[in-house]
């Protein structure tokens, strides 16, 4: 029976495009946290959950909505027929949401999957941002300074997530080498459990 889906990665590791991928392929259902971010920012400013400087707060305070809406999509998919989501983003805080979803039998729901890229130098993973990009991507209109500043704190959140990512039992892939074929190898692993 297969099982809902979280995935976690640094910015612009492919989160999205895998989840689109298991959309695709398997019919799960995508959750995604920046939508969900975006929703929180222009309705409830006060609540701290917005996209920029802030990403631990944010993360923090995301923490008590995701694990209830990870309860309640758990539920609902199993009277969808058993229609499953993979839920991907950023803004996640291990401390608050693994040992709550422990404490509500969750995790025997889920995969976890982490993405990350930590055997690339800034300048390959700036080429690699560009190679991707397509319109609709933050950084798709970002111009090349600000990107490259960027791209040194990703690789510094790519190596501290791995070790959370390890922590908490998520199965790594590392997208350093070729995304594409990584990601399709995600998809696959997932299709034989």
Request: aromatic share 12%; hydrophobic share 35%; glycine share 6%.
């Amino acid at each position: 029976m297969r099982k809902n889906i979280l995935i976690l990665g640094p910015s612009r590791s492919g989160k999205t495009k895998l989840t689109k991928k298991l959309n695709a392929e398997l019919n799960y259902s995508i959750v995604c946290f920046d939508s969900i971010v975006y929703a929180f920012e222009q309705s409830f400013p006060q609540l701290g959950i917005c996209f920029g400087d802030g990403a631990k707060n944010t993360a923090a305070n995301l923490s008590d909505f995701l694990v209830h809406y990870f309860r309640v999509l758990s539920y609902r998919s199993e009277d969808k027929n058993g229609v499953k989501f993979a839920a991907e983003g950023g803004y996640f805080d291990f401390e608050k949401i693994m040992p709550a979803m422990n404490n509500y039998g969750m995790t025997k729901d889920f995969l976890f999957i982490g993405l990350v890229y930590n055997n690339k130098t800034p300048d390959e993973l700036f080429d690699d941002i560009r190679k991707n990009d397509i319109e609709g991507d933050w950084s798709y209109n970002c111009d090349d300074d600000t990107l490259k500043k960027c791209v040194n704190i990703f690789i510094e959140d790519s190596r501290q997530m791995y070790d959370k990512l390890q922590r908490h039992n998520f199965m790594i892939y590392d997208v350093s080498n070729d995304r594409e074929q990584t990601l399709n190898k995600i998809v696959n692993d997932v299709k034989r459990m």
